[in-house]
């Protein structure tokens, strides 16, 4: 029997408050997880959030995997300590590996929510409860200020997004206008959100432009901006490799850019000396193409893990060589699993040292592979040395 199951048993319900596993044994591994009751489509679940120095990481556990995780993550820390209404417990890990555990009786009951639902009145940025003009006309909330059901999804995504937004708002300049691109906009939901989020909640002087294609969309997405007067948001038909309407940008937004139209946005992003680049990647077909590796081959034969190692590959080199253009990188997790597959969101913030990754090159050699942005990069860095 799992030893954690022993000691966990008694709380692991729905009056559970927190766990939170702490005091790593490494400086550059886990740093801290908490988990939480939630209930899922009526089945009672525990969501747990296992945080590193650049990322963290969801999950939606059963009781039992909830143990199996425990033993694995408490193999990386020495801290174990969770919160309920019959009382607190205390574990402690000694470097040898032995477990002591205290339990002590609540001197007055941890609060726990009174309803365990996923979307349990959560704070959102976005008021669910308060009519905005945007969101009824594009189909996410009533007239009476009400959010449709099956807009739900694209409602948290909304608000999962400005809360990136929020996070990074301290690393922008202060004190003149932001300059914020969007690029490959498409109905423009996160744009209109961004907008409404920064200038008129939070006040900030921002001119935003979402870029897309569609002539259709970018006409009815101009046509509400000016009906809701916001003066500052303008919509355009462009191209992302060969857009030239600016020459100095704050923040780059590139959510589900098709295959490398997400690198040429991110080379133009570095180009501009952008502060901030919050990406999304979509479809990604580029590599899965090139890669070539007689060591990996017995798990390349198949044609889906192919292609989602091969996606994956494609954001981590990305993501190494923004580092290697000066930027501090975290590879985020933007939504979850259960409502896309393409959930992965590199923030990169302008203020790294410009460095060369080590054995970065050397894997894309022994991948075979020659990645866009990486081109890209190369041709950027010969025309600013001739």
């Known amino acids: 029997m799992n030893q954690w199951k022993e000691i966990l048993e008694y709380c692991l319900n729905k009056e559970l408050g927190k766990i939170i596993l702490s005091n790593p044994r490494k400086k550059d591994g886990l740093r ?10 009526h089945e009672l679940k525990f969501q747990a959030g296992a945080y590193t120095q650049k990322q963290v990481q969801h999950y939606n556990l059963s009781e039992e995997e909830v143990y199996e995780k425990i033993a694995r993550w408490m193999e990386d820390m020495r801290q174990l300590e969770a919160l309920h209404p019959a009382g607190r ?9 032995r477990i002591t555990v205290k339990r002590s009786q609540a001197v007055c009951p941890v609060k726990t929510d009174a309803s365990l639902e996923h979307n349990r009145k959560k704070k959102y940025i976005l008021d669910p409860s ?7 006309d594009l189909g996410v909330q009533t007239r009476e200020g009400k959010i449709v059901q099956s807009r739900y999804d694209k409602f948290r995504q909304m608000n999962r997004f400005l809360e990136f937004i929020e996070d990074i708002v301290p690393e922008l300049p202060r004190g003149r206008e932001l300059v914020m691109i969007d690029f490959g906009c498409g109905k423009s939901y996160l744009t209109f959100a ?6 008129e909640l939070r006040g900030y002087d921002v001119r935003i432009i979402g870029l897309d294609l569609k002539a259709d969309v970018i006409e009815r997405c101009q046509a509400l901006a000016e009906r809701y ?11 992302i490799a060969d857009y030239e309407g600016v020459d100095q940008v704050d923040l780059v937004v590139t959510l589900h850019a098709c295959d490398t139209a997400t690198d040429y946005a991110l080379e133009r992003a570095v180009r501009w000396g952008a ?4 990406s999304v990647p979509c479809c990604q077909h580029e590599l899965n193409g090139q890669i070539h590796s007689r060591l990996l081959e017995p798990v390349m034969k198949y044609g889906l893990i192919r ?8 954001d981590a080199i990305r993501a190494n060589l923004l580092e290697e253009a000066g930027y501090r990188v975290q590879v985020l997790e933007f939504i979850d699993m259960e409502h896309t597959p393409k959930n992965i969101l590199l923030r990169a913030v302008r203020g790294g040292e410009k460095r060369e990754v080590p054995g970065l090159r050397r894997m894309m050699e022994e991948l075979h592979v020659d990645p866009t942005l990486a081109l890209l990069m190369e041709k950027g860095k010969d025309a600013s040395d001739e």
Request: hydrophobic letters at 50%; a positive charge; proline letters at 5%.
């Open 194 to 199: 961004m907008y409404y989020y920064l200038h």
């Open 307 to 314: 292609e989602r190692m091969a996606a994956l590959f494609t």
């Open 229 to 239: 007067g916001y003066e500052k948001l303008s919509f355009l038909v462009g191209d």
């Open 130 to 136: 308060v009519p905005v003009p945007f969101l009824m």
């Open 32 to 41: 801290k997880v908490e988990i939480r009751p939630v209930l899922l489509k």
């Open 275 to 278: 502060k901030v680049i919050l």
């Open 89 to 97: 417990l205390h574990v402690l890990v000694s470097k040898k590996g």
